[in-house]
């Protein structure tokens, strides 16, 4: 069965050099990729913004590369990415925020969706106005609504881009707790949590840590 | 010194195509735009609209009211009252074939595109336009296309809107301050106001709103660096704009005049 994310002899220098890892179906693996510009540039060529100078990325099989525009977007929306400081759109409120990947993916109706954002912020435990726009939230909030366009869009592969960065000992404890539910509610999810350095992320709960040292997987 | 004119030439070139692929783009995402993402892509076209079109709509009513007003006194001093059909036919010729569509683009520039730019430059530089495209949102159909197209939609009617007030408010000057009848406007504007004029005033319209947008879409989207640039970027848009749209409306004007 071949791994719904795989890293095929990657030549991204100098952060991939001839790099190979398989994320298995249901993994969970923390990336430990050494520095805070290493995992935005993993980030951007695990999602495809960024191409690869050599090698290939496969996600659910497909190799972004080789898709048409069209493509890339309908794999995109299978995909969830937590970006780090939680990536909202600043001229959308957060429930706009929450709900746009679905409302332009998703033929489900606008008051359904909406319904699933607001679950999904109350779930990343924010607390706050629901229509505020994003200038106006703490770190903190920002990251719970970030967190909900993941949870929301209950995606095949979750990439999580500095989840706990800027959060304080019991909310990255919360996130993590809920990251990891979310993750097994979804058979064959794969979740990939990216970091600078080692932390605790995958050992709070039963995953894999792989350190991307000398542009290789180790 | 030619090695300069030569780089200066070259950019503004490269910044012509660059503009030109924009509005191809944003045209090109025109057949897509009752597909995927209809609602969303909806949602931006129709705040577009409403900011450019509905939100200036006092604006150019005091403006263009005042300027038909102005046209009027300024006719009647030298053609005297006797002239009135003269100032129904000068009215229309300035404001439908220059001021109506040139001032309207100019005041969108001023409101709309120093948004546009600023909106774009700021979630450039916040990493923004990344997010969209991670979640599977292409910017050219989420962010260019309602923009350029929903200024342009909204220049042209602000345009019309604009022409109808100075001409009207232009006769409700004329009335009130010299007992210029309805009949004698109209001896002036009805023959001069046909098809072809009304036409090249929307064509222009339309073009000058694309044009704005389109350069305002470009200064943002093309900001590196910090914060600081926001700023850079809206300014040079209102500058670069301004100057097409004058450049534009020469080009047109040429062509259409016989």
Redo the contacts between chains.
């Keep these: 069965m071949e791994a719904p994310v795989r890293i095929v002899d990657a030549f991204l220098p100098p952060l991939l050099e001839g790099a190979n890892h398989d994320f298995a179906k249901g993994s969970v693996t923390e990336v430990v990729a050494g520095g805070e510009d290493a995992c935005g540039i993993l980030?951007?060529a695990l999602?495809g913004?960024r191409l690869l100078e050599g090698g290939k990325i496969l996600l659910l099989g497909e190799d972004p590369a080789e898709l048409s525009?069209?493509e890339?977007?309908?794999?995109?929306?299978r995909?969830g990415?937590f970006?780090r400081g939680g990536?909202?759109?600043?001229?959308l409120k957060v429930l706009e925020n929450v709900a746009?990947?679905l409302?332009?993916?998703s033929p489900e109706g606008?008051g359904a969706i909406a319904e699933r954002a607001a679950a999904a912020l109350e779930r990343a435990g924010y607390r706050g106005n629901l229509f505020e726009l994003p200038g106006r939230l703490s770190a903190s909030q920002r990251a719970a609504a970030g967190f909900a366009?993941v949870l929301a869009a209950d995606p095949e592969i979750a990439v999580y881009d500095r989840l706990s960065g800027d959060l304080h000992e019991d909310e990255r404890e919360a996130f993590l707790h809920e990251a990891f539910a979310f993750h097994r509610e979804r058979p064959g999810r794969v979740t990939i949590f990216l970091g600078p350095r080692a932390g605790s992320i995958a050992a709070g709960g039963a995953g894999t840590v792989v350190h991307l040292t000398k542009g290789r997987f180790a | 010194m030619l090695a300069a004119a030569g780089r200066r030439t070259i950019d503004a070139l490269t910044f012509l195509g660059e503009v030109s692929l924009i509005v191809a783009r944003a045209f090109r995402e025109l057949p897509t735009f009752f597909g995927?993402?209809f609602?969303?892509v909806s949602r931006v076209l129709l705040k577009q609209i409403y900011f450019t079109g509905v939100q200036a709509w006092g604006v150019i009513v005091v403006l263009f009211f005042l300027i038909g007003a102005l046209i009027i006194r300024q006719i009647i001093s030298f053609a005297g009252v006797e002239g009135a059909p003269l100032t129904g036919k000068v009215l229309a010729w300035i404001v439908v074939r220059e001021l109506g569509p040139v001032l309207t683009a100019v005041i969108v520039t001023a409101r709309s595109g120093t948004a546009i730019a600023t909106?774009l430059a700021?979630?450039r530089i916040?990493?923004?336009i990344?997010?969209?495209?991670?979640?599977?949102?292409?910017a050219a159909r989420?962010l260019i296309m309602p923009r350029v197209l929903g200024a342009a939609a909204a220049v042209a009617l602000l345009a019309l809107y604009a022409e109808v007030v100075a001409v009207a408010g232009g006769f409700l000057f004329g009335a009130m301050a010299w007992g210029i009848s309805l009949e004698q406007y109209n001896q002036g504007i009805v023959p001069f106001l046909t098809v072809r004029e009304a036409g090249v005033s929307l064509f222009k319209s339309f073009a000058f709103g694309l044009i704005v947008a389109a350069v305002c879409c470009r200064q943002g989207l093309s900001v590196e660096g910090g914060p600081t640039q926001i700023p850079i970027a809206a300014t040079k848009g209102v500058m670069r704009s301004l100057l097409l749209v004058f450049l534009v409306d020469a080009i047109i004007t040429a062509a259409t005049l016989s």
């Excluded at chain 1, 890339?72 to 929306?77: P, V």
């Excluded at chain 2, 990344?130 to 292409?138: A, H, K, S, Y």
């Design positions: 980030l951007e999602s913004l525009r069209e890339l977007c309908a794999l995109r929306s995909m990415v970006h990536g909202l759109i600043s001229n746009l990947p409302l332009y993916h606008a366009r | 995927r993402g609602r969303p909106e700021s979630m916040n990493g923004e990344d997010v969209l495209e991670t979640m599977g949102i292409p989420y």
